[in-house]
């Protein structure tokens, strides 16, 4: 296993924003993404369109660019369709699917799905084998492909490593991303997260950084993994401390941006997916993705034009 096996290129975008667009604007968005430069977009799994229909629909309407999950969660759906879900992506669209998978949180899993979340990563461990256990009688690949996991905590990044191709940490500052290094060792994929606001104005910039964080400061799984790194009940109150927002978003220019990703490649990141926080959490950012492509185009971290 390691990062050999799926290619995701350097600077990717993570966004969950194409839920609130039709399907077939968002695969038109996809197109334009494509022709940006970008070579890997990231979807999220939580109470919206199924993400592998998704997955299946940007993979169709494209034809270079990768598709992640960003997580799919594992008590949605059981190993088997997992796994075989995965594999008929695979054969369907050969190295252009990447199976982002995660544990959620526990009002997602025991509130909204109804299921028990009292032993995530037990759940996780016996998951993954099950999935390598998973009979698939049909054309396509018999083992497993390229898996990486939602992993913050060590327990997790080092069945990442163990179990699956690397860990895609979300929610995490730069200073994460050199721990899961450590953790993971050098040949896994490391495809941190990156949350950005491109406004110069300081102050309204972490406002709007704040209302980007909001959902993500109550759930205890993220919580919990920033107090491990050093901040506490102070950094959490308020929307977020100075401290915290600026080490979880990077705010600012452009330029700003782009030092923060590079930040977390000198850290150790293998690949960076990059999601623009707006005003408006609900809509596509897509000029915002026009900046960002320009800027990484000319540290050649993304393509400058279709085939380049």
């Given at each position: 296993?390691?990062?050999?096996?799926?290619?995701?290129?350097?600077?990717?975008?993570w966004t969950g924003t194409l839920d609130a667009v039709p399907s077939a604007e968002a695969q038109r968005i996809a197109q334009r993404l494509e022709a940006a430069g970008f070579p890997t977009l990231w979807i999220p799994e939580t109470v919206g369109r199924d993400p592998f229909i998704t997955a299946t629909r940007l993979l169709e309407a494209t034809s270079r660019l990768r598709i992640a999950t960003g997580i799919a969660n594992i008590y949605a759906r059981d190993p088997v369709t997992m796994a075989n879900t995965q594999r008929s992506l695979e054969e369907a669209f050969p190295g252009r699917f990447l199976l982002g998978l995660g544990v959620s949180h526990h009002h997602l899993v025991?509130?909204?799905?109804?299921?028990?979340?009292?032993?995530?990563?037990s759940h996780m461990v016996e998951y993954l084998q099950q999935m390598d256990e998973a009979i698939f009688r049909a054309v396509g690949p018999q083992e497993r492909p390229a898996t990486v996991l939602a992993a913050l905590g060590p327990k997790m990044l080092r069945l990442a490593a163990e179990r699956a191709d690397g860990a895609h940490p979300y929610f995490v500052p730069v200073e994460h991303t050199a721990k899961?290094?450590?953790?993971?060792?050098?040949?896994a994929i490391l495809a941190p997260e990156q949350m950005v606001v491109l406004d110069t104005d300081r102050d309204r910039a972490r406002e709007m950084a704040r209302k980007g964080m909001a959902v993500y400061l109550r759930a205890p799984n993220y919580v919990n993994n920033l107090r491990r790194l050093g901040f506490d009940d102070d950094d959490f109150a308020g929307g977020g401390s100075e401290r915290l927002v600026d080490a979880i978003v990077a705010c600012g220019s452009v330029d700003d941006a782009v030092a923060r990703v590079d930040a977390h490649f000198t850290a150790g990141a293998s690949h960076v997916c990059v999601q623009v926080l707006q005003d408006d959490l609900t809509a596509v950012p897509e000029s915002g993705w026009r900046e960002l492509a320009s800027a990484f185009a000319s540290t050649g971290s993304v393509r400058t034009a279709p085939g380049g």
């Open positions: 296993m390691g990062q050999e096996r799926f290619d995701l290129g350097r600077v990717g975008i025991d509130r909204v799905r109804h299921h028990d979340y009292s032993r995530p990563y899961a290094r450590e953790i993971l060792g050098p040949g």
